[in-house]
């Protein structure tokens, strides 16, 4: 089966099933030891205009591993901070010999206008797109949910938290919606936004749980709140996943967050690193899905000598 091809991953809208399925095989085979040869040097910088440790460190560790050269970037030491466009900062990168330009950036579909100007001779993979979409965190996503289950047609998945400032809960609930799974969504009524009713349907958490096999917390946004009434205490007892809540699930199903964790406000702290949960497992099959990412567009570029 084919992986991608794309040349650049930027939204989950765009990815088939038949695609989905081929990284998630071509994932599980570099977490086996396979590995990607380069005949010819491709050279990646990773731009994160918002903070990050999780997706970053992993992206940087999946290009490690396959081969890559990263040039360091830093935007508050680069053009951008006198005034430099996105799109003139990534023509100076193209013209200097980058072919890979790995993107988090707050504005929502940055990307847009970058591919519709057509004139970038490199790839782009989204990182992260303020609340638009997080593609690389829902395919490892669905590696691990593939990992347990083997399957997702049929799966009853409730994503639970800041749902309308979630590029994680877009970009998961697009794709496994495709897949066949029936999706959920739980939290703050006034944190949903009804642009989701087509993805799902808003329940309450306490009445979903016994039924779900996939319970999906999400981190409050405080970021892109203009104020925050919910203290962590009230936000956990409301709306988190605590421990007598969990006791309400079933016994074979999973708990999934996409990190950073507020301990003891999304999620119960003792549950982090509990039976149930795949924190853990989510960041370890995060390299090798971005992994399995990065060569599929690597062979959609012909870059590195292989073939597409």
Not at 95 to 104: E, K, S
Not at 214 to 219: H, I
Not at 243 to 259: T, Y
């Amino acid at each position: 089966m084919m992986m991608t091809q794309q040349r650049d991953f930027t939204s989950m809208v765009d990815v088939t099933p038949d695609e989905v399925h081929a990284l998630i095989a071509r994932a599980e085979a570099y977490k086996a030891g396979a590995q990607l040869h380069l005949t010819q040097p491709v050279y990646v910088v990773n731009a994160f205009f918002e903070h990050s440790t999780r997706t970053h460190t992993s992206f940087e560790m999946a290009e490690t591993k396959l081969g890559l050269t990263q040039l360091a970037f830093n935007p508050a030491a680069s053009s951008v901070s006198k005034g430099e466009s996105l799109h003139d900062t990534l023509l100076t990168m193209a013209a200097l010999g980058v072919n890979l330009a790995v993107i988090r950036h707050p504005e929502d579909q940055y990307y847009a206008p970058l591919l519709a100007a057509g004139d970038l001779d490199l790839a782009l993979i989204n990182a992260g797109d303020g609340s638009g979409e997080h593609p690389s965190q829902s395919m490892l996503d669905l590696m691990t949910i593939s990992e347990e289950f083997g399957y997702f047609d049929g799966l009853r998945v409730v994503i639970c938290g800041d749902i309308a400032h979630s590029r994680v809960a877009r970009s998961n609930a697009e794709i496994l919606q495709r897949l066949g799974a029936q999706v959920f969504f739980a939290g703050p009524a006034e944190w949903y936004d009804h642009q989701f009713d087509r993805l799902g349907t808003w329940v309450d958490l306490d009445s979903i749980l016994p039924t779900v096999d996939v319970v999906m917390l999400l981190r409050i946004q405080r970021e892109r709140h203009d104020t925050n009434d919910l203290s962590g205490a009230a936000y956990h007892e409301h709306y988190g996943l605590t421990l007598s809540r969990a006791q309400l699930m079933q016994p074979h199903a999973i708990i999934m967050h996409p990190g950073p964790v507020n301990r003891d406000v999304e999620l119960a702290s003792e549950l982090v690193e509990g039976p149930q949960s795949r924190y853990v497992q989510q960041m370890q099959n995060g390299v090798f899905m971005r992994m399995a990412m990065i060569e599929a567009v690597l062979r959609a570029n012909h870059l590195g000598g292989l073939e597409a």
